[in-house]
């Protein structure tokens, strides 16, 4: 199956009368989330360290656990509004469906003062659950080993210190 990598389109999908085309959307959908039918936390890990170029052995992957929004850093500037729409219209298609959210992927910073869970993957899902006043699933990354390293890749979540929440939407 193809996968729709635009967030317009998922939405359109997701949105669809037509029940193929919704779990087409639902499929793309995950597939942005990286969390495919039979992925684990592990593959989260794998997925994240690669995209920042790490060794997966150097980090320690917590299963998914339930976390407050609020307590949650971003590591971006911004949301994009076709995202949040997104968002929307698979939280609808998933809960109709009984079937249970993605989880998103966080950085635990646990030698810094202030910041410290900073979201890797997940902000615009985490806005989405904190305005429903939900709270959200996250499989958390502990870098062990390579911790200064780690943190010194997430050096602008340092600089802007915002929580995801807060960051404002285009």
Request: glycine residues 2%.
């Amino acid at each position: 199956m193809t996968r729709i990598k635009s967030p317009i389109e998922i939405t359109r999908l997701l949105n669809s009368s037509n029940p193929n085309e919704r779990e087409l959307g639902y499929q793309s959908f995950l597939g942005r989330t990286h969390w495919l039918k039979g992925n684990s936390p592990e593959d989260l890990c794998r997925m994240a360290c690669t995209q920042l170029q790490l060794n997966p052995a150097h980090v320690v992957v917590n299963p998914p656990k339930v976390y407050s929004t609020s307590i949650l850093w971003a590591s971006q500037t911004r949301l994009e509004a076709e995202k949040l729409t997104m968002v929307e219209a698979a939280y609808r298609f998933i809960q109709y469906q009984g079937a249970d959210f993605p989880p998103i992927v966080v950085w635990n910073f646990y030698q810094s003062s202030r910041i410290k869970l900073v979201i890797h993957d997940g902000h615009h899902r985490a806005w989405f659950f904190n305005n429903l006043k939900h709270h959200i699933n996250a499989v958390v990354l502990d870098p062990v080993s390579d911790y200064a390293d780690t943190e010194a890749r997430f050096s602008l979540a340092f600089q802007i210190r915002k929580l995801a929440i807060d960051l404002p939407i285009y």
